[in-house]
């Protein structure tokens, strides 16, 4: 392993983050199961990195990949794509966003780039509103937007981002408000910092940090935000890279945990959908998703294999409500920790994987 290590160190970045002090090789997987280089049988509760939703080697999805694998690989969006329509109209249909249109990416980076391309054009504005401690990719647009400075290398951006209060429930000046009271002062907040700018484009928020911390807010606040936002016409963009497909068990999305204030503008995900596969994608009404007047296309994004891994994994998904399961497993994990310790009483929801 060490020698594997050493070479891994000679050739690829310092800044690519390895876990462990003696980093391991994962070799294959199974069910919630991985095995190291070692032979060593882990419990896989990252679930790849939320990525690995449904099952490391989901018979339905390796059958999928394997059979579309024999078919074609590639065609890029040049062509007509039948498992990407088909996708594509199982996401609109259930993004909740009326008349959606969906475009599909190869990571959530890309997803949140998009949105911020298709924000940015419909608005005419490069400002946007993003949370405190968010986490949002690693391109340089989405590095601009990430307020963890762990992961946000550079100060430099295309954009201009304000950052707004909210997201951590449990630190800063309003953490010892009740609920009540910390979505007043949130919203007073943002009014504020809205009454000194003009034309923001959009704000984008994780419905629950993950890389922040797996906290959030509680619930009703984005659609508190969201009244606000309307006034001013800004566009509400929920990354949902982390939190969609049920896996927050009390809902599909995590936006629909503010679900008063109706869908968002915008919505990207990413990570679970493909089991693995790079997919990613953004969904927006289409008013807002064709507001770009140049033509664009996508080399690796929607690709047949990745779409009929996604249709596959999303089939199951469904047929076995593993929204349902992550509802009760992750209750009781929840309930469990709350019993034991106390201080973690805030912790709202279920962030379960569905496996
Ligand atoms: C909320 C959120 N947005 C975006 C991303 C970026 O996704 P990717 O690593 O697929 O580019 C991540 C990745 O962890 C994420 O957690």
Known sequence: MSGLYDRHKAVIPDWVALYYRDPIEITHGEGRHVWDAEGRKYLDFFGGILTTMTAHALPEVTKAVSEQAGRIIHSSTLYLNRPMVELAERVAGLSG???????????????ND???LLATAYRRSNQILAMRNSYHGRSFSTVGITGNRTWSPTGLSPLQTLYVHGGVRT???YAQYTDERFIEACVADLEDLLGHTRDVAALIAEPIQGVGGFTSPPDGLYAAFRRVLDRHGILWISDEVQ????????????WQ???QAGPPDILTFAKGIGNGMSVGGVVARAEVMNCLDASSISTFGGSPITMAAGLANLSHLLEHDLQGNARRVGGLLI??????????????RSAAAAS
């Open 171 to 173: 630190r800063g000046p």
């Open 243 to 254: 939190t969609g497909w049920g896996r927050t068990g009390d809902h599909f999305w995590g």
């Open 97 to 111: 966003i009326p008349d959606a249109r969906v475009f599909f990416t190869t990571s959530g980076t890309e997803a």
């Open 257 to 259: 945990a503010h679900g």
């Open 335 to 348: 309930e469990r920790i709350r019993a034991r310790r106390p201080e973690f009483r805030r912790c709202g």
């Open 114 to 116: 998009t949105a911020l």
